[in-house]
């Protein structure tokens, strides 16, 4: 054994009064992973291998700490986000000098948008602490919001260019932040989950479902910035477009989300043959608003292409739904067949 705690440590299991198995430790590593008697150890199964884990990796708060003296508040924004996806369970937020009050106002909007963030403050400091309760909330059920929230701001966006109905669209925009707040939540529940074992097991997932959750959910959310654009073309339009093409917009995005529906149900064929039908539709679209005279044809080539990036995100969830199916055939034992060169 090397000094490098990252090496293997190779042992043999035995077995004690032949009913029993052990596993011995050796003093001197044990003492270096800071274990002592009387310590509880947890074994977690990851596809083919096992994992030993403390009851706990760090004792006590992770902490991180960021000093917002003199720092613009996008900034510090970033920072307490990152801090916050990373898994830190307290934020401390350096506050003193003239911008105080401003500071102050910043961080606590920034820690209610993120879930089960909580402030309070010290004398020279604003802290944000984790106040959430693990066993009461999904990342499972966080991917059915986001799905809700994401199809239904592409529909909400077109409903709202083709009505050129800017208070419709501020609702695509302010769903959008909600959307922003559950990955947000799901980034964090895989990072914590990174950091400790233990921590998958509260959000009662293994790693495998926590990372297929975050590519999910990573892709919905920017299906929901898609829905966010299209809403925005009706900010720019000078009108309504003419009903025709109003209507064809709304039929576009309809089968976009068709795509992304297909894709989540794990329907590989539905998704690919609904991708396929849609491109030719976009294709035919684009010729005539290259023909099109109208001012506003450019606002509504966003449009379209904002459902063709839709489109492509679903088949990106094709892809992830495929690849998780593959592994767990491979790792259950489940032959797959090749073809002669050794491809699948």
Not at 4 to 18: F, H, L, T, W, Y
């Amino acid at each position: 054994m090397r000094d490098d705690n990252s090496d293997p440590v190779e042992r043999k299991v035995q077995i004690a009064g032949g009913s029993t198995f052990t596993l011995s430790l050796p003093r001197e590593w044990g003492v270096s992973q800071n274990l002592g008697k009387g310590d509880s150890l947890y074994l977690y199964q990851e596809r083919d291998r096992l994992i030993v884990a403390p009851s706990t990796l760090e004792e006590g708060v992770r902490a991180a700490r960021i000093d917002a003296v003199d720092k613009p508040e996008d900034i510090v924004q970033r920072h307490i986000k990152s801090a916050y996806i990373e898994g830190y369970n307290e934020i401390r937020i350096r506050n003193d000098g003239a911008a105080g009050d401003e500071v102050r106002r910043s961080v606590v909007r920034t820690a209610g948008s993120l879930i089960g963030m909580e402030v309070s403050e010290a004398t020279d400091e604003i802290v944000i602490r984790d106040h959430l309760d693990a066993g009461a909330v999904s990342l499972e059920q966080s991917i059915v919001q986001i799905r809700q929230l994401a199809l239904g701001m592409q529909s909400d966006a077109a409903e709202s260019v083709r009505m050129n109905d800017e208070m419709l669209a501020q609702r695509v925009s302010e769903r959008d932040d909600h959307v922003d707040r559950l990955f947000a939540f799901v980034a964090r529940g895989l990072h914590c989950g990174l950091n400790d074992m233990n921590e998958l097991t509260e959000f009662d997932v293994d790693g495998k479902a926590a990372l297929y959750y975050y590519k999910i959910a990573r892709e919905l959310e920017q299906i929901a910035d898609k829905a966010e654009r299209i809403a925005g073309v009706t900010e720019t339009q000078s009108t309504a477009p003419d009903e025709e093409f109003g209507i064809r917009f709304k039929d576009l995005v309809s089968e976009a989300c068709t795509v992304v529906e297909r894709a989540l149900k794990n329907d590989s064929s539905g998704a690919s043959n609904a991708y396929d039908d849609l491109m030719g539709r976009i294709d035919v679209v684009e010729e005539e608003l290259a023909r099109c005279s109208d001012p506003d044809a450019y606002w509504y080539a966003t449009v379209v292409e904002s459902v063709r990036r839709t489109a492509q995100l679903g088949l990106n969830i094709v892809n992830m739904t495929v690849e998780s199916s593959v592994n767990d055939m491979l790792y259950s034992g489940t032959q797959v067949e090749t073809d002669a060169d050794g491809s699948n």
